[in-house]
Each structure stands twice: as structure tokens, then as C-alpha cells.
């Protein structure tokens, strides 16, 4: 079935570090592409998404490409702050009717002044 | 503007107890979900519904029980409550089609913590 992998945490960066957390995901057909981030004590609130090959998604200085060759969809942010420190979860929506997303299992980034 | 309203937010049981979890969303979404979160596991599907009257199994439904009675509530029922359930469980929304963020964007409640001693 569809799946999405991504790189384990936790990954600790410097204040305005360049940041990159890895996504690759298996499916058929042409599924949409998501990231949600998850701050400490919250639900998950979407983050940015891209619905076909070569969009790019981006939001808050975050961005992500849908790359059908690589099957990624891997996060950047070229400054991160403090207020960035959260839980990262790339996610797919299959391309067959109602099924729900898939997610990932999750990155902690924390951000220290 | 409430968006997911997940009730109650703590609470602690006794293995063997029975509980419902209940989800509220105000934003007129066909889909509603359940999902748990347990450290170093991500987010996994219990169970989820298309409809009002429509339910379906997730990823890990064991244990669980669900319905939607109405559009806007979706309820998770543990009917004999086990250690293995404590875990953060969330309630999600979403629109079938269209909407302002576009389909499938899921608008998440704030959780539910529950510890099954």
C-alpha cells in the first residue's frame, strides 16, 4: 500500500541554520503531497501542500517540491527560528476516492538560540 | 469560528472502564477521522467516516468503536478500556471537495489524553 518515509529525529539546529527534513513516499498513480506541523501541546495544522508533479508548496518560509522522479517531497527553510521548534509530519492523500491520508511518522526540530 | 472541539481533553481510566471520546466540528465537513499518536509511531487511522450514518476501519481499529450520527459529531467508544490504549488520541476534519484550502486538507482538534492504568 501507499507509504511515506521520513528521516528520524531529532534534529537539533542552531538559530538561522538552513533546515531540511527528508520525505519519500511509494504510491501509485499521482497522489497529493502534504506537510503538517504539530507545536508542543497543539493538533496538527497544515503546513503546505502540492497537489502534482513539480508544484511547490510553501508557507511561513517553508517550501517543498513534488518531485516524481525522486518520489520525494523533502522540507527546507533557509533561516530557521526558536518559534519553528515543532513536530514535522509529511503526508500523502492516495489518488483512489475516500482513502485517507497516509502520514509519517514524524521529525522533532528543535531550535536553540 | 470553534473548527474541532475534542471532549473531554484528560482523562484517566481503569483497565476494564468504558469511555467515549467526542469530536465536534463546526466547518460543515463530509469527513471526520480518528487518529492515535504514540511516541516514535506517528499518527495511525482508527477509524474514520465519509458521512453522516458511514463509518470505516483505519490502520489499528481493534478495540475501538465508532459512529456519526450526525454531520458534525464523530464519537470513539472503547467499550473495555486496556493499558495498550493509553496514548494521545486526535479527532481531524475535512471536506470532501473544494473548500478553502482545497480537498483532503485535514483541520485537526487538539487532542485527547488518556491513560488506561
Known amino acids: 500500500g501507499d507509504s511515506v518515509t521520513q528521516m528520524e529525529g531529532p534534529v537539533t539546529l542552531s538559530e538561522e541554520a538552513f533546515l531540511t527534513i527528508n520525505c519519500t513516499y511509494t504510491?501509485?498513480?499521482?497522489?497529493?503531497l502534504f506537510w503538517y506541523v504539530q507545536y508542543p501541546g497543539e493538533g496538527l495544522q497544515l503546513l503546505l501542500k502540492?497537489?502534482?508533479?513539480?508544484d511547490k508548496g510553501s508557507n511561513k518560509g517553508f517550501e517543498a517540491t513534488y518531485r516524481k522522479e525522486t518520489t520525494s517531497f523533502h522540507l527546507e527553510k533557509g533561516s530557521v527560528q526558536v518559534s519553528d521548534s515543532a513536530v514535522y509530519f509529511c503526508?500523502?492523500?492516495?489518488?483512489?476516492?475516500?482513502?485517507?491520508?497516509?502520514f509519517g511518522k514524524g521529525t522533532r526540530l528543535s531550535v536553540i538560540a | 469560528n470553534a473548527g474541532v472541539t475534542q471532549t473531554p481533553k484528560f482523562r484517566v481510566l481503569k483497565t476494564g472502564q468504558s469511555m467515549t471520546l467526542l469530536c465536534a466540528q463546526d466547518?460543515?465537513?463530509?469527513?471526520m477521522y480518528w487518529y492515535r499518536q504514540d511516541p516514535g509511531m506517528g499518527l495511525r487511522l482508527i477509524h474514520y467516516?465519509?458521512?453522516?450514518?458511514?463509518?470505516a476501519k483505519g490502520e489499528v481499529p481493534d478495540g475501538y468503536n465508532v459512529s456519526r450520527l450526525k454531520k458534525q459529531n464523530f464519537l470513539l467508544g472503547l467499550e473495555s478500556a486496556a493499558p495498550s490504549q493509553t496514548s494521545v488520541y486526535f479527532c481531524?476534519?475535512?471536506?470532501?471537495?473544494?473548500?478553502?484550502?482545497?480537498?483532503?486538507?485535514?483541520?485537526f482538534g487538539a487532542g485527547s489524553r488518556l491513560t488506561v492504568l
Open positions: 466547518m460543515n465537513h463530509e469527513y
Open positions: 467516516s465519509v458521512g453522516e450514518g458511514t463509518t
Open positions: 504510491a501509485t498513480g499521482y497522489p497529493s
Open positions: 502540492a497537489t502534482k508533479a513539480d
Open positions: 481531524a476534519s475535512s471536506y470532501s471537495t473544494g473548500g478553502p484550502y482545497g480537498a483532503n486538507v485535514l483541520t
Open positions: 503526508a500523502l492523500k492516495p489518488d483512489s476516492g475516500n482513502t485517507p491520508l497516509v
